[in-house]
């Protein structure tokens, strides 16, 4: 069988790699060539150059940026039955009176399509429509050859265990989401029941940077790449019946994984929130800028970025007389870093380092690029919605999906990598359980640890003691 190539050679400096396997011609009805680069087609046609035939196999590139981006104009099912239509119906596979020779030069394209359709959008079979085509589809081709029978029962079962894998991470998630309180809740509950902070439970700032890209990683690692496409889904204006996506989602894991960031930021306030003493404040703000500066030389800038906003919300910023103990030269660099001025210039220009870095690696630490997800969901967005999916001739705008399917191939390539730092059991639970404070519990904690300073900060004070503590 054709070997699937690692993403890192699909895409090019340029965006798209050349073919690498044998193409059709560029004359090929339906489908628009310039300077031997596909730029769009008809669906119809586009669907047609995804199917292997005897003498013809798409190149790579292709079949993960058409896969990636037709969703945007029909269902993964709906492409699916027409793929098991168009192999068993041109190739005759349904013919009993078809020669086996001919079966055996079409059948490993055909497994090795949805080879790399199962492994890279794993979860798009989570619908019983796509199971039951593809095994329909493998049995027509595995029946009576032991060889592809084999290929077929690996593939099958490699699916089965991503799909039961998710299944499992997303068990987790719902259990620590169901555990998950507000931080003062316990605390008037139960006072003695949260006396621990982050440095009692891991002292080394590097060592909880590491843990810290332990859960960047494994989020990661979930996300599928159809969940950036299937975040900005809109209604295809040549689809006069209803939206591709007005099902419900089959996954949830990019939401999940804004979801950490979020909480990471809540966590770095509470902690610096926390303390009764100005020098134990003034020693978590130092703790955390160690802890960032780590994450910055790991190549992890989303915790980076998590923990520099967790120091940036109003409740810790407005501490004024904290932050007089503190040293804050080395915070100064790491906020110039993610500085958002000219579009993220100097974040944008580490990051390509990291990357450049990532692909000369000799050692798994150095292949670590774990970006700032916010702004690369939104590098993503605007992209979209900067360009038409539909030519006004109605053809798919192709060359728009190469440049997505490149972004994302990047971040499929970063998503792989495993974790080479040892995992810390009870630090990770801790980042990932203990009770967090709410907005306004952060800024009850923060004016009784420093006064109002004004006549509004004064009221709202008096508000959230009341709420809070039951006493104005």
């Given at each position: 069988m054709p070997?699937?190539?690692?993403?890192?050679?699909?895409?090019?400096?340029?965006?798209?790699?050349?073919?690498?396997?044998?193409?059709k011609e560029d004359s090929c009805e339906g489908l628009y060539y310039h300077d031997n680069n596909l730029l769009s087609g008809s669906l119809e046609a586009l669907i047609q150059h995804l199917v292997p035939s005897i003498d013809y196999y798409p190149d790579r590139t292709y079949?993960?940026?058409?896969?990636?981006?037709?969703?945007?104009?029909?269902?993964?099912?709906?492409?699916?039955?027409?793929?098991?239509?168009?192999?068993?119906?041109?190739?005759?596979?349904?013919?009993?009176?078809?020669?086996?020779?001919?079966?055996?030069?079409?059948?490993?394209?055909?497994?090795?399509?949805?080879?790399?359709?199962?492994?890279?959008?794993?979860?798009?079979?989570?619908?019983?429509?796509?199971?039951?085509?593809?095994?329909d589809l493998t049995h027509r081709i595995a029946n009576g050859e032991e060889t592809y029978r084999k290929t077929v029962q690996q593939m099958i079962q490699s699916l089965i265990r991503k799909l039961a894998t998710l299944g499992q991470y997303e068990e987790v998630l719902a259990k620590i989401n169901a555990t998950s309180t507000d931080r003062l809740t316990v605390l008037k509950s139960k006072p003695q029941s949260i006396?621990?902070?982050?440095?009692?439970?891991?002292?080394?700032?590097?060592?909880?940077?590491?843990?810290?890209?332990?859960?960047?990683?494994?989020?990661?690692?979930?996300?599928g790449p159809e969940e950036f496409v299937q975040a900005f889904l809109q209604k295809d204006p040549l689809d006069n019946d209803k939206s591709c996506y007005d099902e419900p989602k089959k996954t949830r894991n990019l939401e999940a994984y804004v979801e950490w960031f979020n909480r990471l930021?809540?966590?770095?306030?509470?902690?610096?929130?926390?303390?009764?003493?100005?020098?134990?404040?003034?020693?978590?703000?130092?703790?955390?800028?160690?802890?960032?500066?780590?994450?910055?030389?790991?190549?992890?800038?989303?915790?980076?970025?998590?923990?520099?906003?967790?120091?940036?919300?109003?409740?810790?910023?407005?501490?004024?007389k904290t932050w007089a103990k503190v040293?804050?030269?080395?915070?100064?660099?790491?906020?110039?870093?993610?500085?958002?001025?000219?579009?993220?210039?100097?974040?944008?220009?580490?990051?390509?380092?990291?990357?450049?870095?990532?692909?000369?690696a000799h050692s798994s630490r150095e292949k670590i690029v774990i970006p700032f997800f916010s702004l690369f969901i939104k590098d993503i967005y605007f992209l979209n919605e900067g360009c038409a999916n539909r030519l006004p001739n109605g053809h798919i705008n192709f060359e728009k999906f190469w440049e997505l399917a490149k972004q994302v191939s990047e971040f499929m390539i970063w998503k792989q990598v495993e974790c080479p730092f040892e995992r810390e059991r009870k630090t990770l639970q801790y980042l990932l359980t203990v009770p967090v404070f709410s907005e306004d519990a952060l800024y009850l904690a923060s004016y009784e640890s420093e006064?109002?300073?004004?006549?509004?900060?004064?009221?709202?004070?008096?508000?959230?003691?009341?709420?809070?503590?039951?006493?104005?």
């Open positions: 070997q699937t190539p690692p993403f890192a050679v699909m895409f090019d400096s340029s965006g798209y790699n050349r073919p690498l396997y044998q193409s079949i993960f940026t058409f896969l990636l981006s037709s969703r945007l104009f029909m269902h993964p099912f709906e492409l699916m039955a027409k793929v098991c239509h168009l192999c068993t119906e041109h190739q005759r596979l349904s013919d009993p009176t078809m020669d086996k020779s001919q079966i055996r030069k079409i059948a490993p394209k055909i497994l090795q399509l949805l080879t790399e359709w199962t492994e890279t959008f794993p979860y798009d079979f989570r619908d019983e429509r796509m199971m039951r085509n593809l095994k006396q621990r902070d982050i440095i009692t439970i891991c002292s080394d700032p590097y060592t909880l940077a590491q843990q810290l890209t332990h859960i960047e990683l494994e989020r990661l690692n979930y996300i930021s809540y966590l770095v306030a509470t902690e610096i929130c926390m303390p009764v003493k100005k020098k134990h404040r003034a020693r978590m703000i130092e703790y955390f800028i160690d802890v960032a500066r780590e994450c910055f030389n790991i190549g992890n800038f989303n915790s980076l970025m998590a923990i520099i906003s967790g120091m940036n919300m109003s409740p810790v910023s407005r501490l004024k040293k804050t030269a080395k915070f100064d660099i790491l906020e110039h870093q993610m500085d958002p001025s000219s579009n993220f210039y100097n974040y944008r220009t580490a990051l390509r380092a990291a990357a450049q870095r990532s692909l000369t006064g109002p300073e004004n006549n509004t900060e004064k009221d709202r004070w008096k508000s959230l003691r009341s709420n809070f503590l039951g006493r104005a």
